[in-house]
């Protein structure tokens, strides 16, 4: 079956330091990749996608390039602020008959402080 | 546009008991999906909804789960009867079509606690 492997965290950064959350997936086919973010409080939003392999997702400064060679969709920020600390999820969708069934991962916390 | 919402927002129950959870998706979005964070692990999907058919239900746990969307609006989540291992937070997701390009929209979760 599917399943997604995520960083375990949790990571704890100084403000505008390099953010790097590993992703790896297993997957039959060529499943979409994506990163969620979910704010304390508040539930999961979208951060990035990316639905072939070499595609590049990026938004809110945060990117993540769907490489098929390691089966990899790693979350980077080169420079990261208080207000990005958050869970991140990593997750990804076989498609097909799955019908956009999301597979995740376990989840990584980052605390950024200033 | 209002967002997905759930509610409670959270709920503590004793074992042996019943709880029902409810999601209201974003108006016009026929696909619905359940998934569970238990214990800091990772998200699980539960089922899928198409309007009001079950599209996947491979997900769900074991027959104490039952859940509804009648009229293929809101949908329902019972627990009958809880037990410990139910505790985590129940995600609603919804989306105006299945696949991968189509983004699930999520609502804050019901955090379930069973005692």
């Known amino acids: 079956g599917n399943s997604v492997t995520q960083m375990e965290g949790p990571v704890t950064l100084s403000e505008e330091a390099f953010l790097t959350i590993n992703c790896t997936y297993t997957a039959t086919g060529y499943p979409s990749l994506f990163w969620y973010v979910q704010y304390p409080g508040e539930g999961l939003q979208l951060l990035l996608k990316?639905?072939?392999?070499?595609d590049k997702g990026s938004n809110k400064g945060f990117e993540a390039t769907y490489r098929k060679e390691t089966t990899s969709f790693h979350l980077e920020k080169g420079s990261v602020q208080v207000s990005d600390s958050a869970v991140y999820f990593c997750?990804?969708?076989?498609?097909?008959?799955?019908?956009?069934?999301?597979?995740f991962g376990q989840g990584t916390i980052l605390t950024v402080h200033p | 546009e209002a967002g997905v919402t759930q509610f409670p927002s959270h709920s503590v129950i004793e074992k042996g008991q019943t709880v029902t959870l409810r999601c209201d998706p974003i108006?016009?979005?026929?696909?619905l999906y359940w998934y569970r964070r238990v214990m800091g692990k990772e998200i699980k999907f539960l089922l899928h909804f198409v309007k009001e058919s079950k599209q996947d239900e491979s997900g769900m746990p074991n027959n104490r789960f039952l859940a509804e969307r009648t009229g293929g609006t809101y949908s329902t989540l019972k627990v009958q009867p809880a037990e410990l291992e139910d505790s985590g937070v129940y995600f609603c997701?919804?989306?105006?079509?299945?696949?991968?390009?189509?983004?699930?929209?999520f609502g804050p979760g019901t955090r379930l606690t069973v005692t």
């Open positions: 990316a639905t072939k392999a070499d």
């Open positions: 108006s016009g979005h026929d696909n």
């Open positions: 997701a919804s989306s105006q079509k299945p696949g991968g390009w189509y983004e699930q929209y």
């Open positions: 997750a990804g969708n076989a498609g097909g008959t799955s019908y956009g069934k999301l597979t």
